[in-house]
Structures are given as structure tokens and as C-alpha cells.
């Protein structure tokens, strides 16, 4: 079974500063997706980011970034120059074709405080 | 373009009672799916829509949840009788396409007193 691992519960980091959130996940499969998503306060998920296993390259959007290590079944995400804006939830999600349909295993979340 | 909604944002219902959520997915996507977080937990599947039929609905927790899409556009996901341990937030998603990115709603809170 596909399990993802999000062993920070809780982060907080200065505003401007660098912080990565870490992420692991099991599976046997070769072929998937990774994401993360950011659930603002009282506000719906959105999509920060998103790997695809068979890309070497790591993923960038504009300040997040990702560590993804295949072999070490990781993928971590890297806000750089945090924002106050950036304080949310952070799930990391796995994807691929599971019983017919594509769908989500996420992990238990990450919650980031940006302090001023 | 309105993004996925979701209705109520929030719910409190005692034990026993049954509560109705919908999902208006974005227009145009016929793939819907349901998902639930119970809280501290992993979001978890529930299950998915391809128009109005069921694709997969294996994490369904039991036969107390029923979820329809008549007509292949909005969804209902109606628990009777609620349980306790039904509390938590219902996440609906859509996509275009299957294995794109899935867009959220904002959820529902459920509360099962």
C-alpha cells in the first residue's frame, strides 16, 4: 500500500527566511506524481508544486522548490524567502493510477506559521 | 472562472441525524471526487465521479454514505444516520481530465455531536 510520511506536525520560520518541509513516501510503482499543496487559514487547497517521477530535474515555482529523491522515496519543499502569506497547512500528496482512477494519498500535513 | 464550491461550509448535527453536503464542481470537469479528513489525520478518498457514474468509490467508509451525481454536474454526499466518528472536513475536487491536477473546494466541517 502507498503511504506518505509528513513527520513535521508543526514549523514556524521568520519572515524572508528559508524552510523545508520534509516528505516521504512508500511505494513500488515507478511511474506516479508527487505534489503539495498549501491550505491557507479558512481558505481552499491550491497546488504549490508538482513532480513527475519520471523527471531527474527538480521542480521550481517562482519560491518553492523541491529536493525530490527518487531512490530515497523524498520529496521535500523548500520556501525561500518566507511570507507571511505562506502560513498554511502543507499536504504532501502522492498520485497514480490506483483500482482504475487516479487519486490522491496525502499525507498527515504540516503546519507552517510565517512570524513577522 | 468560479473555482470548486462547496456547501454548507460548515455543519452540526447530533448523532443520529442525516446531513446532505454538495459539491458544484468547476464547469466542464466531469471528473468529481469526495474526500474526508478526520481531524490530525491524512486526507483520505472517498471516492470519484467520472460525469454521473461512479469510477471508483472504495474509500467509502460504510453503507451510511451515499453519493450521487445525477446528471453529471453538481454532487451530493448525504450520511444517514451520522456517527461521531463521521466528524471531520469533506474536501470535493475536480479535474478536466483523469490524472490532472485536482482543483479543492473549500470543504465542509461536519460536527457530529
Known amino acids: 500500500a502507498q503511504t506518505v510520511t509528513q513527520s513535521q506536525p508543526e514549523m514556524s520560520v521568520q519572515e524572508a527566511e528559508t524552510v523545508t518541509l520534509s516528505c516521504t513516501y512508500d511505494?513500488?510503482?515507478?511511474?506516479?506524481?508527487l505534489f503539495w499543496y498549501k491550505q491557507p487559514p479558512s481558505r481552499q487547497m491550491i497546488l504549490v508544486i508538482r513532480?513527475?517521477?519520471?523527471?531527474?530535474q527538480n521542480a521550481t515555482e517562482n519560491r518553492f522548490s523541491v529536493n525530490f529523491q527518487k531512490a530515497a522515496k523524498s520529496f521535500s519543499l523548500k520556501i525561500s524567502d518566507s511570507q507571511l502569506g505562506d502560513t498554511a497547512m502543507y499536504f504532501c500528496a502522492f498520485m497514480k493510477l490506483l483500482s482504475g482512477t487516479y487519486k490522491y494519498i496525502f499525507g498527515t500535513g504540516t503546519r507552517l506559521k510565517v512570524l513577522a | 472562472e468560479a473555482g470548486v464550491t462547496q456547501f454548507p461550509s460548515h455543519s452540526v448535527i447530533e448523532k443520529g441525524q442525516t446531513v446532505t453536503l454538495r459539491c458544484d464542481p468547476i464547469s466542464g470537469h466531469d471528473n468529481l471526487y469526495w474526500y474526508r479528513r478526520v481531524m490530525g489525520k491524512e486526507i483520505k478518498f472517498l471516492l470519484h465521479f467520472v460525469k454521473e457514474s461512479k469510477q471508483d468509490e472504495s474509500g467509502m467508509p460504510n453503507n451510511r454514505f451515499l453519493a450521487e451525481r445525477t446528471g453529471g454536474t453538481y454532487s451530493t454526499l448525504k450520511v444517514q444516520p451520522a456517527e461521531l466518528e463521521d466528524s471531520g472536513v469533506y474536501f470535493c475536487?475536480?479535474?478536466?481530465?483523469?490524472?490532472?491536477?485536482?482543483?479543492f473546494g473549500p470543504g465542509t466541517r461536519l460536527t457530529v455531536l
Open positions: 475536487a475536480s479535474s478536466q481530465v483523469i490524472g490532472d491536477e485536482q482543483f
Open positions: 511505494t513500488s510503482e515507478s511511474n506516479y506524481y
Open positions: 513532480q513527475e517521477a519520471y523527471k531527474q
